[in-house]
T-cell receptor, first 114, second 115 residues
Framework: KQEVTQIPAALSVPEGENLVLNCSFT??????LQWFRQDPGKGLTSLLL?????REQTSGRLNASLDKSSGRSTLYIAASQPGDSATYLC?????????????FGKGTLLTVNP | GAGVSQSPRYKVAKRGQDVALRCDPI?????LFWYQQALGQGPEFLTY????????KSGLPSDRFFAERPEGSVSTLKIQRTQQEDSAVYLC?????????????FGDGTRLSIL
């Protein structure tokens, strides 16, 4: 069974700082790894999806990497802004017949202070 | 709108009542998922549909939970004889194809409170 852990549980930074959110998973046979953002009282917004054959994906100020051998993924946010404040969740799926089934971490609550 | 729509946004029920939660996926999306999110936790998988076929219901907590998608579009999650431990946010997601390298698009969820 895939287990996903996110560290830290909460992070507070001043505006403009670059930051890294960490995600670790127990099963290296990961099919894909997704990063999501969740605002209070809202659903999840997909940020980046990294397939098992890829090592990283970039979108604007966001960069996500995947290291299957070490069971880790990181989300790098450059030049953070107050609007980046949200909970960030990573989720992984395994290969085989259940590659659609996402296992989520508990998330990192990010606060970017003006 | 173009996103996943869920209704109602909030539902309060007394223990023992039946509830029905609705999900309208993005038009044309083949895959539909239901998740349960407890306070302070990540979402947990409940069930998966490919068109009208329920291919995986391994995450449903008990036989009180039932989901359907009869015409391959709108889906309903039904909970019978609700218990207090059923209180959570229920999220619906859809994706374009039935393979795992497509991002899942989530609705805003239904917050269910059982008194």
């Amino acid at each position: 069974k895939q287990e996903v852990t996110q560290i830290p549980a909460a992070l507070s930074v001043p505006e403009g700082e670059n930051l890294v959110l960490n995600c670790s998973f127990t099963d290296s046979a990961i099919y894909n790894l997704q990063w999501f953002r969740q605002d209070p009282g809202k659903g999840l917004t997909s940020l980046l999806l990294i397939q098992s054959s890829q090592r990283e994906q970039t979108s604007g100020r966001l960069n996500a990497s995947l290291d299957k051998s070490s069971g880790r993924s990181t989300l790098y946010i450059a030049a953070s802004q107050p609007g980046d404040s949200a909970t960030y969740l990573c989720a992984g799926s395994l290969g085989g017949g259940s590659n659609y089934k996402l296992t989520f971490g508990k998330g990192t609550l990010l606060t970017v202070n003006p | 709108g173009a996103g996943v729509s869920q209704s109602p946004r909030y539902k309060v029920a007394k223990r023992g009542q039946d509830v029905a939660l609705r999900c309208d996926p993005i038009s044309g999306h083949v895959s539909l998922f239901w998740y349960q999110q407890a306070l302070g936790q990540g979402p947990e998988f409940l069930t998966y549909f490919q068109n009208e076929a329920q291919l995986d219901k391994s995450g449903l907590p008990s036989d009180r939970f039932f989901a359907e998608r009869p015409e391959g579009s709108v889906s309903t999650l039904k909970i019978q004889r609700t218990q207090q431990e059923d209180s959570a946010v229920y999220l619906c997601a859809s994706s374009l194809w039935d393979i795992g390298n497509q991002p899942q698009h989530f609705g805003d969820g239904t917050r269910l409170s059982i008194l």
